[in-house]
């Protein structure tokens, strides 16, 4: 786990095999600390005192501690009591206590200990922990008051007694991630700001990559100035003594480094690696990059060895960049830090850059070179095994030098985490991403993800980026093309867009890509080919000016003047064999940049698309205006502003006015017998011994009874099959009805003919039956159905499946070609709140269907939100309930009505989230 501080330690259960650990522990703890423990001076354990907190049975008595180096530096026991206070195997309550070293306290660790002693006690029935404080123990005190969790508490006989159920609440949540945040916010800052590395590696060849690396790190701190009293140490075991390389003297070991040492860079041979952790960790290291290639990207062997690794360098009490790692880059003004194999300290500016590939790290940060972007912090992790950009997240949320973040990824490790995460994040600072392996899914050899995170879909992905308001782009150019116009630019208000420039071509092709990209552009505004700076001035602030714009995009090319074949860089005249003939407009230029600061005022952004003005987007610079070579490039990353915006205004309105709505006809306790009951059956028992896992089908009858308990109610559906089962069906359900098959083949395919509709009579359902029946191959194998005739309206598609890595998704879209053959489906995340649901409709491509397209009449809208709403909880009330599909939802002008639906469920899953605060072990 992460401590306050950023640091690591281990929390495990005590053991017979600890009594001279605990015996240890317990001498390094203050007099005082002892008295607040017992109650009493107790100045050492006793042979029985030793016993007893080493042996426990796991369920009645539960003793876990903290250790780092293999040292304990912190305890916790509970006892389980009964009514009157005595112990009990029975009882639901239990008495908690704590000790932690002084030298450990205010790092968090009673905090994180006592997440974790509750979770164990939950598990094994314990509802609610007491405990007894001496009123002058307000470090302790504090611990459990500030837990968040439903508390008693009492003073009697001079001392504080208090009582808190283990159920976690919402508070208790809320404490639980905030100090994950600040812990995992602390553990990057200790990355980013050593006061002295070393690199572990390094050789006298001058283009090995330990040479590369102290060559990178002693340049980024001379850009520190002369007051950095930072140190950069090398170290070669085979190094002869008084060795020097770039006027750094080697050693041979890091333990011989005199002073401490916060950082190790390590680019030793895999083989040597774990010695070398070994060595940083008996010096107190803090942290370890480990650019060594030969870990899980070469098979199971290398996972292996990465798995070790990462638990010898968390025992020891370091987080790990890597391995497999190009490294970390910090341009701090004051302690810049280049512990990278770039050769070039990006300069300074509000990008946090994250990524997983070591290519693509080199193409972030030439690409960003390039562009004149400056850069806060950037990390290329590797194979990710520890350290990943969830935890640069939490560091950028608190990082003033951040104004925008960019990544690069592969994979996820923990996608409920990145949404959760992501989420608090992006209503600060926007997030732009490049998502790679989009069709293919593959994931890069030795990527460290757990096997629910493996298949992750990509409409599932795009869900999780939506909800989480961040942008998701196609390209490295797209990333930085928004990421520029996000950082330089205010957020626009709307779509509406003006187009103002000296070029009808191009002015149309940005109009016509703003049409496409779904923005709302006025006729452009054509100033001609010989318009002046002036010109361009008048017209950019008129625009500009104008309340019903939001946005202005400026298009330019050359101006062509009588007499003159174009202006060249610093606006002489050029000919027109000229190399600089078009590549710059001083004016046009100062019209630009002073129109930019009126845009600043007014909170809009302004933007330039230009053809053969390569020298114009240098002088926009210094003003922060985005100049893009090509309209569609320009009008992309306004449509990504734009979209951005409204999710921050949605969010921001959402936190006042969004709910989940309070719903009659629910009764989750019948719903959840009927679960429990269906995966007892045989076949359910049977079927969690099959490949893909232990998901079955509900019968119709009992999936129709589940969702009734969530007051969905599916228009029933009786078999036919034969013309007298019919018959005697429809007159028990009632003129007119429809007759379709149900088999497996032929579900929702009235293509094939396998429907009958408008059925008003006897003769004609024992015509449509023997036509069905012949047409089908006979009425059994089509398992024909009676059911009455639904009102017309709009056929829709609600479903909700549970992905194991991100949790329950709900989806929506119009029944047949629009969701099957084009993928037009919306989805949310559950649990949905009425905003969501009301989104997810109108989200569609073919959502004008509902709302009196054509001059048909509207549906009831309000009905399909209200069944949306019921099946999101459903499926956040019972996580035994892997998918639900109704299909077809018809929805009429007034109510609706469901005619199919399938659930199936499955064993509980593992939570991962929800638990205490942990590390990952992949």
Excluded at 278 to 307: F, K, N, S
Excluded at 570 to 593: K, T, W
């Amino acid at each position: 786990m992460l401590l306050r501080d950023g640091g690591t330690a281990r929390i495990r259960p005590i053991t017979p095999a600890d009594a001279g650990r605990l015996v240890e522990f317990y001498e390094q703890v203050s007099d005082q600390s002892k008295y607040f423990r017992f109650f009493a001076p107790y100045p050492r354990l006793s042979d029985k005192d030793v016993r007893r907190f080493t042996h426990h049975d796991f369920v009645n008595r539960v003793g876990l501690a903290v250790v780092i180096r293999d040292r304990f530096i912190a305890t916790v026991r509970y006892d389980r009591i009964d009514a009157d206070g005595r112990p009990s195997e029975t009882g639901t309550d239990a008495e908690v206590a704590f000790l932690v070293q002084d030298a450990h306290q205010g790092r968090g660790v009673a905090s994180a200990l006592l997440e974790h002693i509750a979770a164990v006690a939950q598990e094994r029935g314990i509802r609610r922990f007491q405990a007894e404080v001496l009123p002058e123990n307000r470090k302790m005190v504090k611990v459990f008051t500030d837990a968040g969790y439903t508390q008693h508490r009492s003073f009697a006989d001079g001392v504080v007694h208090l009582e808190f159920d283990l159920e976690p609440t919402a508070a208790s949540l809320a404490v639980m991630r905030a100090r994950e945040h600040r812990a995992e916010a602390r553990s990057v800052q200790r990355l980013l700001t050593p006061r002295s590395v070393a690199v572990l590696g390094v050789s006298r060849h001058p283009q090995t990559v330990g040479r590369a690396l102290l060559r990178d790190l002693l340049a980024g701190f001379e850009a520190g100035g002369k007051d950095d009293d930072r140190r950069v140490y090398a170290v070669n075991r085979n190094a002869p003594p008084g060795t020097e390389l770039d006027g750094v003297v080697v050693h041979r070991s890091i333990l011989e480094i005199p002073g401490p040492v916060d950082l190790a860079v390590i680019a030793v041979p895999a083989a040597a690696v774990p010695a070398a952790v070994a060595e940083c960790g008996a010096h107190g290291v803090q942290g370890l990059v480990v650019v060594t290639a030969g870990y899980a990207e070469t098979g199971p062997e290398g996972r292996d060895r990465q798995r070790a690794l990462i638990r010898q360098a968390r025992a020891a009490g370091m987080r790990v960049v890597g391995p497999n790692a190009f490294g970390l880059i910090s341009t701090d003004a004051d302690r810049p830090l280049n512990a990278s194999l770039a050769p070039v300290l990006p300069r300074r500016g509000g990008f946090g850059i994250f990524c997983q590939s070591g290519a693509i790290g080199v193409a972030l940060l030439e690409a960003a070179h390039r562009r004149g972007l400056g850069v806060s912090s950037f990390a290329s992790v590797g194979n990710r095994a520890d350290v990943s950009g969830n935890d640069l997240l939490q560091y950028w949320a608190e990082d003033p030098a951040t104004e925008v973040v960019l990544l690069y990824l592969e994979s996820f490790g923990n996608p409920r985490k990145f949404t959760r995460i992501a989420r608090r994040l992006a209503t600060a600072k926007p997030i732009v991403v490049v998502k790679g392996a989009r069709h293919t899914g593959s994931l890069p050899p030795g990527h460290a993800v757990p096997p629910t995170a493996t298949g992750l879909r990509d409409a599932t992905v795009d869900a999780l980026f939506e909800q989480a308001g961040v942008t998701r782009v196609e390209t490295i150019t797209e990333l930085y093309d928004t990421g520029e116009l996000l950082a330089q630019q205010p957020l626009p208000a709307g779509p509406r867009v003006a187009v103002v420039g000296n070029s009808d071509s191009l002015g149309l092709l940005t109009h016509d890509a703003c049409l496409g990209a779904g923005l709302r552009p006025r006729t452009p505004v054509d100033l001609t080919t010989a318009a002046t700076g002036e010109n361009f001035r008048i017209a950019l602030n008129v625009a500009l000016d104008d309340p019903a714009v939001d946005a202005v995009i400026a298009v330019a090319i050359p101006p062509i003047g009588t007499g003159m074949w174009g202006v060249a860089a610093g606006g002489r005249p050029a000919g027109p064999d000229d190399p600089e003939l078009g590549s710059d407009d001083p004016e046009i230029a100062a019209a630009l940049l002073e129109a930019g600061e009126r845009a600043r005022e007014l909170g809009k952004p302004l933007m330039l698309t230009h053809l053969a003005l390569t020298g114009l987007p240098s002088r926009l610079r210094p003003g922060g205006i985005p100049a893009y070579p090509a309209p569609e490039r320009a009008v992309r990353a306004l449509a990504h502003a734009v979209h951005y915006a409204q999710w921050r205004r949605r969010t921001a309105e959402a936190e006042e006015t969004a709910r989940v709505p309070e719903l009659d006809r629910i009764d989750e306790a019948g719903a959840r017998a009927l679960v429990e009951a269906a995966l007892s059956t045989r076949a359910a028992v049977a079927a969690r011994t099959q490949p893909g896992g232990a998901r079955i089908t509900l019968p119709d009858a009992d999936a129709a009874a589940l969702l009734a308990h969530y007051g969905i109610d599916v228009s029933p559906a009786r078999p036919a099959p034969d013309e007298e089962t019919a018959v005697r069906a429809a007159g028990a359900l009632g003129y007119p009805v429809a007759l379709k098959a149900t088999a497996p083949h032929l579900r929702h395919r009235p293509d094939l003919g396998s429907v009958r509709l408008d059925l008003t009579g006897e003769p004609g359902l024992r015509r449509a039956h023997r036509e069905l029946d012949v047409l089908l191959g006979g009425a059994a194998q089509a398992e024909l159905v009676v059911q009455r005739l639904a009102p017309r309206g709009v056929d829709t598609v609600i479903g909700a499946t549970v992905d194991p890595a991100v949790g329950a998704i709900l989806s929506f879209g119009l029944a047949g070609a629009p969701a099957e053959l084009l993928g037009d489906v919306a989805h949310r995340l559950v649990p949905a709140t009425d905003q969501d649901v009301a989104g997810l409709i109108r989200e569609v491509r073919a959502a004008p269907l509902l709302f009196g397209w054509r001059g048909a009449e509207a549906v009831d809208t309000a009905a399909l939100e209200e069944v949306l709403l019921r099946v999101s909880r459903l499926v956040d009330d019972l996580p035994e309930v892997a998918s639900v599909d109704l299909e077809p939802v018809v929805v009429a002008p007034h109510g609706l009505a469901i005619l199919g639906a399938r659930v199936r469920i499955a064993p509980l899953p593992v939570r991962s989230d929800l638990g205490p605060r942990a590390m990952s072990t992949l």
